[in-house]
C-alpha cells in the first residue's frame, strides 16, 4: 500500500492554469541516456578523463582539448524497446523497432607550437539524441474494487461541492464560453479536469437530504482496468565547443549547449465497473464501463553551459583525472493536450446510456489546453580518472551527481508553480557510475567494454497528486522508476584516414506503474529493457 508522502493543498482561489504540471513531467525531460559516437557507448559512456571523442564534448569539455587532428563522424543505427508488465498476475509485453540517427559532429584542430605554453587551440561541434522516447506500453487485469471513478469523486468532495445545487450547476454548465463553460469560468477553477469529464459522464454521482445538502459522493468498483500508451520524439542535444591543450598536461574546455524537445504521448485507459444502489428495501445492481483517452504534446528549447578539466599530474605518467561542470539548462516549453471520454451505464440492467466528453469543444481555436511554462534542470557534476596501460589499454571510471530534488517549474511570468513542491519532496539525488575500457587486438582494431549505472530518481512511494501539482490534465497514470543499467560492447577500426566503430547497448530498469492513484490498487510491476546498435563513421586529418 502507498504512503501519501505529499499533502498540498488547492484552493478556489487558485486558478486552475497555475497547477499544470508535476513532478513526472519533469522526470520524463530530466533523463540523459547514454547515447553518442558508437566508441563513446561502447566504453559506456566513461570517457571523461581520456578524451578525444565528440561525445565528451557533453560530459567533460575539455577532451576536445586532446585533439591533434581534425575530425569528423556520424552515426546511426537501430533502437529496440520492450516492456513486460504484470498486474496482479496478468502479464502482457510490447515491443517496438526504429530506426535512428545519433549522432553527427566534427573538431577543427589548430596547432599552436610545440614549445608555447598553449600547444593546441580546438574547436568543435556535435549534436546527439539525448534523449529517445521512442516506446510502448500495455497492462491489463483485475481491479478488485479500486476504479479511477473513486479518485474522480474525491476530487469532486475535495473541490467544495456541499450542495445538490453546486453539483447540478457543474453537471449543467455549459459549452459557451460566455455560459459558465467548466474547464475555464472562474466557478470551477478549483475542480481538477479529470473530475470534471468524470461528473459530467456519469461516472461520479452524489446524494443529498431533503434540504439539498450533500451527503456522500461516489464513484463505482472497478472490475477490471485496460492501459495502453505510445511515446513518440526525443531531446535533440547541440554542442559548441571551445578547448585548448596547455604544454600537453592541463586541458580545458567550454561547451554550449543548445536543446529541441518534442514529445508526444497517446494514451487510453479502458474499465469495466459494477455498483449496488440502495433504495429503502430494494438493491439494484449497475453495471458500467468507460474509455479515457489522452493526446499531449509537449515542445521547446533549452539551453546551457558546461565546462571542464584534464590534468595529467605527473608529466611521464599517462595517469590522469577530469573534473566538470555543468549549469542547469533553462527549458523554455509549450504544452497542448486534449482528452475524450465516453462511457457507458446500464442502471440495474437496463439497457446502457452513453456519454462522451470531449475536452477539444471547450477550447478555442487551438482545440488543445495550451500551457507555456519554464523548466530549470538541476547542476551537474563530474569527476573522473583514467589511464593508458602499457600502450595498448584505456582505462576510465567515473561518477556523476545530479540532483534531481532541486528542479524548478516555472510560469512564464516567473512565479514556481506548485509542483516544484512535489519535485523537492518526491525526486532525489541521482548517482551516476560509468566504467569503460579499450584495448587493441591490433594496430588497426579495438576492443571496448562499459558499463553504467544510474540510481533511482524518484521515492518508492511518491503518487501523482493532480488536485495539487496539474489539476487541468486528465492523465491519472504515473510510473516511479527504480535503478537503471546499460552494459556495452564495442569493436572500432582505425585506419590512416578512415574509421569505423560499432557498439551494442542493452539498456534495462524496472519500475511501478500505477493506472491511476488509489492506495488499494496494485502496482503493475514493469521491466523495461532497450537493444542498441550504433554504427559510427568518420574521417580524421
Not at 593508458?388 to 511570468?413: N, P, Q, T, W
Request: proline letters at 2%; charged letters at 20%; glycine letters at 10%.
Amino acid at each position: 500500500m502507498k504512503t501519501r508522502i505529499i499533502a498540498l493543498a488547492v484552493t478556489a482561489a487558485c486558478a486552475s492554469a497555475a497547477v499544470a504540471q508535476s513532478q513526472y513531467e519533469a522526470l520524463q525531460f530530466m533523463g540523459n541516456e547514454l547515447n553518442g559516437t558508437a566508441r563513446f557507448v561502447g566504453m559506456g559512456g566513461a570517457m571523461s578523463s581520456l578524451g578525444a571523442d565528440l561525445s565528451t564534448m557533453s560530459t567533460n569539455p575539455a577532451g576536445i582539448g586532446m585533439y591533434r587532428s581534425h575530425d569528423v563522424a556520424v552515426s546511426f543505427g537501430f533502437n529496440n524497446t520492450r516492456t513486460n508488465a504484470d498486474f496482479a498476475g496478468n502479464t502482457t509485453k510490447e515491443n517496438r523497432t526504429r530506426a535512428s540517427f545519433d549522432q553527427i559532429g566534427f573538431v577543427w584542430s589548430t596547432k599552436i607550437g610545440n614549445k608555447t605554453d598553449l600547444r593546441y587551440l580546438n574547436f568543435g561541434f556535435n549534436y546527439h539524441k539525448r534523449a529517445n522516447f521512442n516506446r510502448q506500453f500495455y497492462a491489463k487485469g483485475a481491479l478488485n474494487g479500486a476504479s479511477m471513478t473513486y479518485q474522480m469523486a474525491n476530487m469532486i468532495g475535495n473541490a467544495g461541492y456541499t450542495t445538490a445545487n453546486g453539483f447540478n450547476g457543474l453537471l449543467d454548465a455549459g459549452s459557451d464560453v460566455d455560459n459558465r463553460n467548466p474547464y475555464t469560468h472562474s466557478d470551477f477553477y478549483s475542480t481538477p479536469y479529470l473530475a470534471m469529464m468524470g461528473a459530467r459522464t456519469g461516472l461520479v454521482d452524489a446524494n443529498w437530504d431533503k434540504d439539498g445538502n450533500i451527503t456522500q459522493i461516489f464513484g463505482w468498483n472497478g472490475e477490471t482496468g485496460e492501459y495502453y500508451s505510445r511515446e513518440e520524439g526525443g531531446i535533440n542535444q547541440y554542442d559548441f565547443n571551445l578547448s585548448f591543450n596547455i604544454r600537453d598536461r592541463f586541458y580545458f574546455g567550454l561547451t554550449l549547449g543548445l536543446y529541441d524537445l518534442n514529445y508526444n504521448l497517446y494514451s487510453s485507459y479502458g474499465e469495466t465497473m459494477n455498483r449496488n444502489m440502495q433504495d429503502g428495501s430494494v438493491t439494484y445492481h449497475d453495471k458500467g464501463d468507460f474509455t479515457l483517452n489522452n493526446w499531449y504534446k509537449a515542445e521547446g528549447t533549452g539551453v546551457d553551459l558546461k565546462l571542464g578539466t584534464i590534468i595529467r599530474p605527473f608529466e611521464y605518467s599517462p595517469f590522469r583525472f577530469g573534473l566538470a561542470i555543468h549549469t542547469p539548462i533553462w527549458y523554455t516549453l509549450t504544452d497542448r493536450y486534449t482528452a475524450a471520454m465516453t462511457s457507458n451505464i446500464a442502471l440495474d440492467g437496463k439497457n446502457p446510456v452513453s456519454y462522451s466528453e470531449n475536452l477539444s469543444d471547450y477550447f478555442y481555436p487551438d482545440m488543445n489546453y495550451v500551457w507555456d511554462y519554464s523548466m530549470v534542470i538541476p547542476w551537474r557534476f563530474n569527476i573522473s580518472a583514467g589511464t593508458i596501460v602499457g600502450g595498448i589499454m584505456a582505462l576510465d571510471a567515473e561518477y556523476e551527481y545530479e540532483k534531481y530534488s532541486s528542479a524548478k517549474l516555472k510560469d512564464r511570468e516567473g512565479y514556481e508553480l506548485n509542483a516544484t513542491s512535489s519535485i523537492s519532496e518526491t525526486l532525489k539525488g541521482v548517482h551516476t557510475f560509468r566504467a569503460g575500457m579499450e584495448t587493441k587486438l591490433t594496430d588497426a582494431f579495438s576492443l571496448r567494454v562499459g558499463y553504467n549505472y544510474q540510481s533511482s530518481p524518484i521515492v518508492e512511494d511518491a503518487f501523482r497528486n493532480i488536485e495539487a501539482t496539474d489539476n487541468t490534465r486528465t492523465v491519472a497514470s504515473y510510473m516511479n522508476p527504480k535503478s537503471r543499467q546499460a552494459v556495452t560492447f564495442g569493436l572500432g577500426y582505425r585506419g590512416r584516414l578512415f574509421y569505423a566503430d560499432v557498439a551494442y547497448k542493452y539498456d534495462f530498469y524496472k519500475s511501478d506503474f500505477y493506472m491511476f492513484d488509489d492506495v488499494a490498487l496494485q502496482a503493475t510491476k514493469v521491466t523495461n529493457e532497450r537493444h542498441q546498435l550504433l554504427l559510427t563513421l568518420g574521417v580524421h586529418f
